[in-house]
Structure formats: structure tokens, C-alpha cells
């Protein structure tokens, strides 16, 4: 059975004290990027900083933090910069 699952590139937000109350197991994920299941992860040499948009901070995330997660994105996302997105 073929099932249209959605990927997406991740990090965790690394303000745990701030999003252990809604999910104390598996943090809170900030969705870079939409994938598919066998893409490989987009070169990335340096440390790059992401901004979570449920708690505001800004944190350095290495290219190994990076993870592929089973989720839909909203009509409104935007791509983070390395990922395609806007260049600000």
C-alpha cells in the first residue's frame, strides 16, 4: 500500500526549559525544509542559526543536529535560507 507521507528537515529547539511543558519527550522540532523520504540532506559545511518561532530564540546548530521527520508544513512556511528560502 502506498501511503503520500510528507518529510521535512529539523532541528530541536534547544530552549528545552521553554518547550518541556508541551512535550517533555521529543522537543520541540522547528521544520526547516520540506523533503521525501530518500533525498539526501542538503550540503551543509558551517554551524548555521535557526529561530524558533514558538519561543523566539536563536540558537547555532551543526549540520549533525539535522534530522528528517514525518510531518505536513502549512501553507504559509518558508524555507529556511540554506534550504531554498528567502535570503534576508
Known amino acids: 500500500m502506498w501511503e503520500d ?14 518547550h518541556h ?8 522540532k522547528i521544520i ?3 523533503t521525501d523520504a ?10 548555521f542559526s535557526v529561530c524558533c518561532e514558538e519561543c523566539g530564540k ?5 549540520p549533525s543536529d539535522v534530522l528528517r521527520y514525518e ?5 504559509s512556511f518558508t524555507p529556511h535560507p540554506l534550504f531554498g528560502g528567502n535570503q534576508e
Open 71 to 75: 510531518q505536513r508544513v502549512g501553507e
Open 5 to 18: 507521507n510528507t518529510y521535512c528537515w529539523v532541528v530541536s529547539c534547544k530552549n528545552w526549559w521553554f
Open 38 to 47: 530518500i533525498e539526501p540532506l542538503p550540503p551543509l559545511d558551517l554551524q
Open 21 to 28: 511543558r508541551r512535550n517533555p519527550f521529543f522537543g520541540h
Open 58 to 62: 536563536t540558537y547555532k546548530y551543526e
Open 32 to 34: 526547516l525544509a520540506e
